[in-house]
């Protein structure tokens, strides 16, 4: 009998000893990571910014590569007529003016021009209108902001002739360039000491003071000022502008619309180009209406004897 206990008892502990082992062997569940899908996304003219709202934003198409004297060819060929007309209108040497906008605007291509059409690099000062901000001699200035590129022209005629400060620019010659690039800088228009050597090299080296010249004696052109970018290449076009025989009972300087004239058949009319028709009645676009009377010169033009 004492034997049957003893061994029951060894029976009873071995069984016991077994369950924990067992318990104590059993796995421990593992939490089994979460696959991750990569998918590749192929590269389009628009990127998607993800959010509440999903944004799309489409990519602008770049400006045609030219090298910078093509930039700048292609610059005088646009702006010249605008440059000229306000120098008819302002005394403003069209030399001056062009060779700013060449060198403030980097011939058209500069960030503030593509931003906001300012052609002269003009702060804000007291200016009302629209504005961007803009790296300059500070971090982020304010500067002007233009609808136009023809508003960015008339504001710097403006902009010089009704400060007093450069009130001494229009004691020199319309003929000398070199003076009003001088002058431009002691009035205080920009901080580079070598902003006159600067305007003067891009009149010369383009011959801008041609422009001066034809303002002057009043001829016709004798450059082209035409041209188109093609294939990122300045091809420029020959305008010839045949003799017509202007008849007209109109006031001198104006021309009333009739049926089938249009902005460029008067601008050939008038021997005057399409912008500058634009200019002098501050038109947005070429829409005119029958009835309508067009300026086709200024009260300064016929008034100021230039011979």
């Known amino acids: 009998m004492r034997k049957f206990i003893i ?7 071995m069984i016991s000893c077994g369950g924990s082992k067992k318990v104590a062997s059993s796995r ?16 389009t003219t628009r990127e998607v910014i993800s959010g509440d709202n999903n ?4 990519v602008k198409k770049p400006l045609p590569v030219l090298s910078y004297k093509d930039k700048v060819q292609h610059y005088i060929y646009e702006y010249a007529g605008i440059a000229k007309n306000e120098m008819r209108v302002y005394g403003i040497p069209a ?3 062009l060779a700013q ?3 403030e605007s980097g011939a058209g291509y500069g960030d ?7 052609h002269f690099g003009i702060k804000c000062h007291d200016w009302k209108g629209d504005r961007v901000y803009h790296d300059d001699d500070r971090s982020q200035e304010c500067f002007r902001k233009y609808n136009l590129a023809s508003e960015s022209f008339r504001d710097h005629s403006l902009f010089l002739k009704d400060r007093k400060r450069y009130s001494r620019l229009f004691t020199f010659s319309k003929k000398d360039y070199k003076s009003w690039a001088r002058g ?9 000491k070598k902003y006159p050597q600067k305007l003067i090299a891009i009149i010369e080296r383009y011959q801008l003071y041609d422009f001066d010249k034809e303002v002057l004696s009043g001829k016709k052109p004798k450059r082209v000022e035409k041209a188109q970018i093609v294939k990122d290449k300045v091809v420029l076009i020959e305008a010839v502008t045949p003799a017509v025989t202007v008849t007209t009972t109109d006031k001198k300087g104006e021309h009333t619309v009739k049926k089938g004239d249009t902005l460029y058949s008067i601008s050939r009319r008038y021997k005057i180009s399409v912008q500058e028709l634009k200019t002098f009645n ?5 829409t005119i209406k029958i009835g309508q009377v067009i300026k086709v010169s200024t009260a300064e033009e016929e008034e100021e004897d230039f011979n």
């Open 112 to 118: 503030l021009t593509q931003r906001a059409k300012n």
């Open 7 to 13: 061994l029951l008892c060894i029976a009873t502990v």
């Open 282 to 286: 501050n038109l947005a676009d070429n």
């Open 184 to 192: 431009l800088r002691e009035a205080g228009y920009a901080t580079d």
């Open 95 to 97: 030399s001056i003016t």
């Open 101 to 103: 906008g060449i060198l």
């Open 55 to 58: 944004i799309e934003k489409t």
């Open 28 to 43: 421990t569940n593992r939490p089994i990571p979460k696959r991750t899908t990569v998918t590749n996304i192929e590269r």
